[in-house]
């Protein structure tokens, strides 16, 4: 580089370093650079934490209801294959006088038939018969019981609550059907259902 270039080099750096902003102009640049970094650094889904929370809202009631619903539907359908089956003529495997005996004439039984929160509306019935059954695609016991004080006879269901019948749990409910009315709780693992 020749002294000539040294020299205009230095005189334009002179120049520039001359030209300056002022304080005024300094800090609008600086004010808008911080703001720009606030935005830039905001969660992007803040603004959109309201309407997430909402939509939340919105899906779980209608899961709830949906669900309520479902539920109500599912215990009819499941009162009306008992209450066919009370109507029904079928012969039962076994004749027993009590629910100890219907559990030892049944081997195969993968649960106890047995009441434990309902004993005492089931001490007004005596076991006359039982069978095994499905209900739902779940292992069943169908049971002809005699009111002792009618003499009318009935039926109760014992299934374990698995599969499909697990939406039934802890929903004891009264069904009512054209022609019977089936009354369905939950015993520990099991479900109970009792026509008259």
Not at 129 to 157: D, I, K, P
């Amino acid at each position: 580089m020749t002294t000539d270039d040294q020299q205009l080099d230095q005189k334009i750096r002179d120049c520039f370093m001359a030209e300056s902003l002022s304080a005024a102009s300094v800090q609008t640049i600086l004010a808008r650079g911080k703001k720009a970094k606030e935005i830039h650094d905001r969660a992007w889904w803040r603004p959109w934490l309201p309407v997430a929370a909402a939509a939340a809202f919105v899906m779980l009631v209608s899961f709830q209801i949906g669900k309520n619903y479902d539920v109500s539907k599912f215990a009819t359908k499941v009162a009306g294959e008992i209450a066919m089956r009370h109507n029904g003529v079928r012969p039962f495997d076994v004749e027993a006088h009590s629910f100890d005996e219907v559990q030892s004439s049944l081997k195969d039984l993968a649960f106890s038939v047995t009441p434990h929160v309902k004993q005492g509306l089931l001490s007004a019935y005596e076991v006359v018969g039982a069978r095994y059954c499905f209900l739902e695609g779940q292992q069943g016991v169908h049971m002809r019981v005699r009111n002792r004080t009618t003499g009318v006879l009935c039926t109760l269901y014992v299934a374990s609550l698995n599969g499909s019948l697990k939406e039934l749990k802890a929903s004891d409910r009264e069904v009512h059907l054209a022609a019977n009315d089936v009354t369905m709780w939950e015993d520990g693992d099991r479900l109970f259902a009792l026509v008259e």
